[in-house]
């Protein structure tokens, strides 16, 4: 049978349960996800020398990672090539552009420096996320936003300044909002003595950010937190508490990165919460083994979980998705590839379940009915409708895909060790 056959088959059991999978399936084709550019050259950026730090670590020595602009934007097309739909490329600042012996440290960045960017997005028809980068910098560590140093801390509120604005242009040249997330690695590893007074150091820094004038409407800001750091293990100033509240207090947006939490603490179930709040949320999608250790992203239950209270909460529109993790001990392309399916597939597998008709049981307290139900569901010929979506948006199904993947690290990167 081919892809199409069985796609037939899957439709006509899905819609005996009232589900529409062509509907499903345009839906998905147009929920554009933020992939992030760090997985392709291990978080090395391009504007700084040395290692990484304020808790960023990319374990593993794969060969082939992208060495230059050039080759990270060939790597990202590769991966593109293999993902299914039309999506936005997710920036840090440390990924500026410099030509002709020019530098420009963080504070004094400019639009010019990500014109080749600009360049690149626009010629593919994609959008642009950005990020200020506040680790592996000279003058990020032990704090930023929150130094009591003010000459540090006025260096990384020029910083936040100077993406604001590099995001506006992001905006206006390609025609659509610009995410900007801002986190940073203040903290302390041990028990501090003065919680309070770097928060609020904290708080009029990103006060000081916001006063600059920018088109609200194509410069979406977002605050990210974390529980905890490597070298910030007892305290970390940017906590989810501060940002929430923060976020709310300045209609800004609260952006929840699932391995930012106690390992037993899981953003899917945040998410109602903070919609009934916000009139838009924005994710950062990663796979927390024992922490934040930022793995390849997979089809699994907290994913599943997550994509299911953004489809069932009709917040495809108001909840901005992005990819978050770096793996530098397989191939890059590869886990690009693996993590934006997967998370792709987590919402099909929530546009193909009888979500009116699954609420309607849990309302009229029918839970017997509703867990026989969702366990059904599991077997349904779910696989058959997302080859089929591969297969309608020219790009493999199954796992055909990696043929090619093999084919590139043989060519293409195999050539850079």
Same mark, same amino acid.
């Given at each position: 049978?081919?892809?199409?056959?069985?796609?037939?088959?899957?439709?006509?059991?899905?819609?005996?349960?009232?589900?529409?999978?062509?509907?499903?399936?345009?839906?998905?084709? !147009?929920?554009?996800?933020?992939?992030?550019?760090?997985?392709?050259?291990?978080?090395?950026?391009?504007?700084?020398?040395?290692?990484?730090?304020?808790?960023?670590?990319?374990?593993?020595?794969?060969?082939?990672?992208?060495?230059?602009?050039?080759?990270?934007?060939?790597?990202?097309?590769?991966?593109?090539?293999?993902?299914?739909?039309?999506?936005?490329?997710?920036?840090?600042?440390?990924?500026?552009?410099?030509?002709?012996?020019?530098?420009?440290? /963080?504070?004094?960045?400019?639009?010019?420096?990500?014109?080749?960017?600009?360049?690149?997005?626009?010629?593919?028809?994609?959008?642009?996320?950005?990020?200020?980068?506040?680790?592996?910098?000279?003058?990020?560590?032990?704090?930023?936003?929150?130094?009591?140093?003010?000459?540090?801390?006025?260096?990384?509120?020029?910083?936040?300044?100077?993406?604001?604005?590099?995001?506006?242009?992001?905006?206006?040249?390609?025609?659509?909002?610009?995410?900007?997330?801002?986190?940073?690695?203040?903290?302390?590893?041990?028990?501090?003595?003065? /919680?309070?007074?770097?928060?609020?150091?904290?708080?009029?820094?990103?006060?000081?950010i916001l006063s600059i004038d920018y088109d609200k409407e194509k410069v979406l800001v977002a605050v990210e937190s974390k529980v905890f750091g490597i070298g910030m293990e007892s305290y970390t100033v940017g906590s989810h508490e501060f940002y929430m509240n923060y976020a709310a207090k300045n209609d800004i947006l609260c952006l929840m990165d699932n391995g930012h939490y106690h390992p037993t603490e899981v953003v899917s179930d945040k998410i109602s919460s903070m919609l009934l709040f916000y009139d838009k949320l924005a994710l950062h999608v990663t796979r927390p083994v024992r922490w934040d250790s930022d793995h390849v992203v997979l089809f699994d239950d907290e994913t599943k979980e997550i994509a299911k209270e953004v489809v069932r909460n009709n917040a495809l529109d108001r909840v901005m998705l992005a990819t978050?993790?770096?793996?530098?001990?397989?191939?890059?392309?590869?886990?690009?590839?693996?993590?934006?399916?997967?998370?792709?597939?987590?919402?099909?597998?929530?546009?193909?379940?009888?979500?009116?008709?699954?609420?309607?049981?849990?309302?009229?307290?029918?839970?017997?009915?509703?867990?026989?139900?969702?366990?059904?569901?599991?077997?349904?010929?779910?696989?058959?409708?997302?080859?089929?979506?591969?297969?309608? !948006?020219?790009?493999?199904?199954?796992?055909?895909?990696?043929?090619?993947?093999? /084919?590139?690290?043989?060519?293409?990167?195999? !050539?850079?060790?």
């Amino acid at each position: 049978m081919t892809i199409k056959e069985r796609y037939e088959e899957a439709k006509a059991r899905y819609a005996a349960i009232g589900v529409d999978t062509d509907a499903a399936l345009e839906t998905l084709k !147009n929920v554009p996800i933020s992939m992030h550019c760090w997985q392709g050259d291990d978080v090395g950026g391009f504007d700084q020398k040395g290692a990484l730090s304020g808790g960023i670590q990319a374990t593993g020595n794969y060969p082939g990672k992208a060495r230059t602009p050039e080759e990270l934007m060939a790597d990202i097309d590769e991966a593109l090539k293999l993902i299914p739909g039309k999506h936005k490329i997710n920036l840090h600042a440390s990924y500026a552009i410099f030509e002709d012996g020019e530098w420009a440290d /963080r504070d004094a960045l400019e639009p010019k420096h990500f014109k080749k960017w600009v360049e690149f997005a626009k010629e593919r028809g994609l959008g642009l996320d950005f990020n200020p980068t506040y680790f592996s910098h000279p003058k990020s560590e032990p704090f930023t936003l929150s130094s009591p140093d003010e000459e540090i801390r006025t260096f990384w509120i020029n910083h936040g300044k100077a993406c604001l604005r590099i995001a506006e242009y992001f905006a206006t040249e390609l025609g659509q909002p610009c995410l900007v997330n801002i986190w940073i690695p203040d903290g302390l590893k041990d028990v501090p003595a003065d /919680r309070m007074a770097p928060r609020a150091r904290l708080k009029d820094s990103l006060d000081q950010i916001l006063s600059i004038d920018y088109d609200k409407e194509k410069v979406l800001v977002a605050v990210e937190s974390k529980v905890f750091g490597i070298g910030m293990e007892s305290y970390t100033v940017g906590s989810h508490e501060f940002y929430m509240n923060y976020a709310a207090k300045n209609d800004i947006l609260c952006l929840m990165d699932n391995g930012h939490y106690h390992p037993t603490e899981v953003v899917s179930d945040k998410i109602s919460s903070m919609l009934l709040f916000y009139d838009k949320l924005a994710l950062h999608v990663t796979r927390p083994v024992r922490w934040d250790s930022d793995h390849v992203v997979l089809f699994d239950d907290e994913t599943k979980e997550i994509a299911k209270e953004v489809v069932r909460n009709n917040a495809l529109d108001r909840v901005m998705l992005a990819t978050d993790f770096f793996d530098a001990g397989i191939n890059r392309i590869s886990a690009w590839v693996v993590g934006m399916r997967s998370l792709q597939k987590a919402l099909l597998y929530a546009l193909v379940s009888p979500n009116a008709k699954l609420r309607e049981l849990q309302e009229s307290g029918q839970m017997s009915e509703l867990m026989m139900m969702q366990e059904e569901l599991k077997l349904y010929p779910y696989g058959d409708v997302w080859n089929y979506f591969c297969e309608l !948006n020219g790009v493999p199904a199954k796992e055909d895909w990696f043929a090619e993947v093999k /084919r590139y690290e043989k060519e293409v990167l195999s !050539n850079r060790a």
